[in-house]
């Protein structure tokens, strides 16, 4: 689809996101988002996979179970109640589900990654062999501050993609990226941006900033799972294997690098985590 073509669905697409994200419980159907964006469901379904690069079907799954992921991890919400605002009529078809998406049930997900009221997770393991070492060369990228715990930064990454598919950036980003910055004057000890590198420069609009990330070499662990996952993963790479590694620590930001296209026949999403090393100084 050309750019000026695609121009003329983004505020109807947008409309659909918008609905999916505020009731992803809702029991949506191909044909009433299709008259939410007033095509027919056979245009509205190919325009849908178009833009957005996927299907409906798969934006209103992967909703639900990351919302569902977030809220066993970051609340004590019965998992019936979770269940029914993903959609679910029984908390048995929800843990089924659920178990497909993240290879955990609910409650052992929720006992596995537990963060409530600044709890940590139980210890998450990452083996030697899984982690190589890259180069990466300095990039600029735009990015939106997040402002709240860890539990809420899937919220600051829906308001930042409807800001890009607004200013029509979609069409042009080459990567979506978190970026960590260590902060010991913050009360969480970081600051967090998620953020987008595009094909050319573009003007900063609204609270967006232009961030300049430096390059060098990193260390890259392949996550496989929900974002609940990232924090304790990252935790574990520098717990577990910086002391192993021969490395230290380096004060570049740490990197969430966010992969489309998914290993084999799983839905899990794939997330690259770069934590910033250096040879020890003498």
């Avoid at 998406?101 to 210890?123: I, L, M, S, W």
């Avoid at 990015?143 to 600051?156: R, V």
């Avoid at 009360?187 to 967090?192: D, N, S, T």
């Avoid at 992969?259 to 020890?280: A, K, Y």
Wanted: hydrophobic residues 40%; proline residues 6%; aromatic residues 10%.
């Amino acid at each position: 689809m050309r750019v000026s073509t695609s121009h003329r669905y983004l505020a109807r697409i947008e409309r659909v996101v918008d609905a999916l994200l505020s009731a992803p419980g809702e029991a949506h159907s191909l044909e009433s988002l299709a008259a939410l964006a007033h095509m027919s469901a056979y245009h509205f379904h190919r325009v849908y996979h178009t833009v957005m690069g996927e299907t409906v079907h798969t934006t209103m799954r992967r909703v639900r179970f990351s919302l569902a992921a977030d809220r066993l991890a970051g609340s004590v919400e019965p998992v019936g109640r979770i269940a029914e605002s993903a959609g679910y009529e029984s908390p048995q078809a929800f843990a089924r589900a659920f178990r497909g998406y993240t290879r955990f049930t609910p409650v052992e997900f929720r006992r596995r990654h537990r963060h409530v009221d600044g709890t940590a997770p139980r210890r998450f393991a990452v083996d030697d062999d899984a982690i190589d070492l890259i180069d990466e060369p300095a990039c600029d990228a735009l990015a939106l501050s997040h402002d709240g715990p860890i539990a809420s930064i899937p919220n600051s990454v829906r308001r930042f993609w409807r800001w890009q598919l607004r200013r029509e950036l979609l069409p042009r980003v080459q990567q979506v990226i978190g970026v960590v910055y260590p902060d010991a004057n913050d009360a969480r000890g970081f600051r967090y941006y998620t953020a987008v590198i595009v094909d050319a420069g573009d003007r900063v609009f609204d609270d967006v900033v232009r961030l300049s990330l430096p390059g060098g070499r990193y260390a890259r662990y392949r996550l496989q799972g929900p974002c609940s996952l990232i924090a304790p993963a990252f935790y574990a790479m520098q717990r577990d294997w910086l002391p192993r590694s021969g490395f230290e620590l380096d004060t570049r930001p740490l990197l969430e690098r966010y992969v489309e296209q998914l290993d084999g026949e799983s839905n899990d999403p794939i997330t690259e985590l770069l934590i910033p090393v250096r040879v020890p100084t003498k």
